[in-house]
């Protein structure tokens, strides 16, 4: 029985370039490490299409990639079974059945990323592959009023790397939060889709709202100004999580 399914993948991205799989074969991807996994169950040549390109140290609670499968095992039971051919750092967490021409990157609604700041005066090295390390102290009041210039319809030409290639920089971002909890900082967004490194300029530009080096009450200005010198650094890789991708049925 020939169907297309849609699976929800959580992982580490510590150890690989990236989730898309690259030309070379000796470059570890965990797009790759899915469809080697899926073509040796299934017994069939698979090759699956994620609704993210992270990348590289990049990690994912609610990454999604459909597969086209043959077989009659339960959806259900999918999850587990493909577990058992993944390494520890790649876990399937969902499945579940989908149209034929189910695209999962153009058809999702909603994306939730968090990044999070590890803001202490020392390094911990238990959570070096999991935050950006700011040792200056962070205001996160101040952040929090910047980042609630980003809530809206805007264009976002000046929140994105050199690479993006999208048809159009507007984007709507539905929700923002600042929190601390001890010595971590999180931001938490949620938005209709985002831009190449669009979420890590954000944190960038927010961490330097929390130094000192942006104010606050400049950020619509510089959202309005689409200039890609304004706004702050791109933050590291490693303190970003893609938590979820959400559609309207599924």
Not at 105 to 121: G, P
Not at 131 to 144: A, F, I
Not at 194 to 212: E, K, P, Q, S, W
Request: charged share 25%; with cysteine; hydrophobic share 35%.
């Amino acid at each position: 029985m020939k169907r297309r399914v849609l699976l929800t993948v959580s992982y580490d991205g510590t150890a690989y370039s990236g989730w898309q799989k690259q030309p070379q074969e000796n470059v570890k991807t965990v797009q790759g490490e899915l469809d080697k996994a899926c073509t040796a169950f299934f017994k069939n040549k698979t090759e699956s299409i994620g609704a993210s390109r992270t990348d590289a140290g990049v990690h994912a609670l609610g990454q999604r990639a459909v597969i086209d499968i043959e077989s009659t095992i339960p959806t259900e039971r999918i999850p587990l079974a493909l577990n058992g051919a993944l390494p520890e750092d790649i876990v399937i967490t969902g499945a579940a059945d989908v149209p034929d021409g189910f695209n999962p990157r153009f058809e999702a609604v909603k994306k939730t990323y968090e990044y999070k700041i590890y803001n202490s005066k020392f390094r911990n090295p238990l959570y070096r592959n999991y935050s950006e390390y700011v040792r200056e102290p962070l205001d996160v009041e101040k952040m929090q009023t910047a980042a609630e210039a980003f809530v809206g319809e805007h264009d976002f030409k000046g929140f994105c790397s050199s690479g993006n290639s999208s048809k159009t920089t507007v984007r709507t971002i539905y929700d923002i939060s600042v929190t601390r909890k001890d010595d971590f900082i999180v931001i938490r967004v949620t938005g209709n889709g985002f831009l190449y490194n669009m979420v890590r300029i954000l944190a960038g530009t927010l961490i330097y709202c929390g130094n000192g080096k942006i104010k606050p009450e400049d950020m619509a200005e510089i959202i309005e100004s689409g200039d890609r010198q304004k706004a702050g650094k791109t933050a590291g890789p490693l303190g970003l999580t893609l938590v979820k991708i959400m559609y309207a049925n599924f």
